[in-house]
């Protein structure tokens, strides 16, 4: 199908969920989706600039701003946002708090800023920012450079994953670097190199340096990819597509292990029949250890049946990210060939846009018309076609 078609319906649909306050999650009205959320708004404000639609980037500008306004006396910024004509309701996390709309709200307003050569627009907000970087040193717990998370504390809501996770890592590092970008702090300098450094001896193979955890370093076999997670109780070392694309993205790895990256990550892609990555790989299931985990993590109904949702679902959205990862590392035709598996997948049932897939049946989960899946065809399509580039 003609990419120009599909970018065509992925900006109507940012057009339809763009309200006074922000972008809201999904056009669809289902009331925890008609909010405005952290990472959703920012992820749907990348694609904005990347679109260069003034309407799109001024929604983002008002994301920021309905986020940065209800951000916590103790620096949180909020989960989610829902406005309404008398009423205010804010959430911080449900099961837990959201350690990742802290670095993703970051990340916003130094894009932004970027995009539109306001540094004053960053300035503006510079007493926001320092709080959550104050926040984030406090979420190290041990003041160790990792943050600690908790489970259900990121976009992964309902999957395993806690302690050291490694996407939360990686965000926060492009966060330091975006804000560093304009702020220039010889502090947040090396603390991007500290946790670049925790990073690279804790989640990569025959690292030298002292580990966190050495035992259970010693126990796993880091060989294609980074583990998605490790805490006191061990190592997760489930495949995890977000943050193998951000570590990808962010360059993080020797050059050798991050070529073992891409490697396994465009043969897993090849494998599944909707040509996407999965979001996490292998699935768990009712035979494995983690089962009790998973099936017990889930505030209303459970989701996570294996080949689905975070479970080895696939997500259009993940997929997004690890275009631009591809395109970082000079690979612009499996890139090319990935927005047009993305597009595929937004495009069932008449540009439906779901949330994620069934790995093995390719059966739409999840809510329709979601933002974010519509943000990845904008940003992918954008890169490859218009040469876009973030601040990274």
Known sequence: ????????????????????????????????????????????????????????????????????????????????????????????????????????????????????????????????????????????????????????????????????????????IWALKSYNYFVKDIEITNKIEKITAQIEINF??????????????????????????????????????????????????????QNKILKYCIALKNQIPLQLLPAFWPPIYDSDLDWNLLKNNCKYEFRNYPNEFHNGGSWTMVNGFFGLALLSKGKTSEASELLEAINKANAVDDFSFYENFNSETKAPNGVPFCAWSAAATVMLNQSINTNFKFLV
């Open 204 to 257: 990569t193979p025959n690292s030298i340096g002292e580990k966190y955890h050495d035992r259970a370093y010693n126990e796993i076999n880091i060989q294609e990819f980074m583990p998605c997670a490790f805490s006191p109780a061990g190592y997760k070392t489930q495949f995890d597509a977000f943050a193998n694309s951000l570590a990808l993205y962010l360059n993080i790895g020797s050059q050798e292990f």
């Open 1 to 172: 199908m003609d990419n120009d078609i599909n970018y065509g319906e992925a900006i109507k649909l940012l057009q339809r969920v763009a309200s006074s306050e922000g972008f809201l999650a999904s056009a669809q009205n289902i009331s925890n989706y008609k909010r405005v959320w952290a990472r959703d708004g920012v992820i749907c404000g990348l694609a904005a600039l990347a679109s260069g639609d003034e309407n799109l980037i001024e929604t983002f500008k008002h994301t920021l701003e309905t986020l940065a306004n209800n951000q916590h006396k103790n620096g949180t910024i909020p989960s989610n946002v829902m406005t309404t004509e008398k009423i205010v309701e804010v959430s911080y996390g449900g099961l837990a708090g959201r350690v990742d709309a802290v670095t993703w709200f970051i990340i916003g307003i130094c894009q932004y800023a970027y995009y539109k050569k306001d540094k004053a627009f960053v300035a503006k907000y510079n007493a926001v920012i320092e709080k959550c970087l104050q926040l984030l040193e406090a979420w190290e717990f041990n003041n160790k450079g990792l943050l600690y998370v908790p489970l259900s504390g990121n976009w992964a809501d309902e999957y395993i994953t806690d302690g050291y996770v490694l996407y939360d890592q990686l965000l926060r």
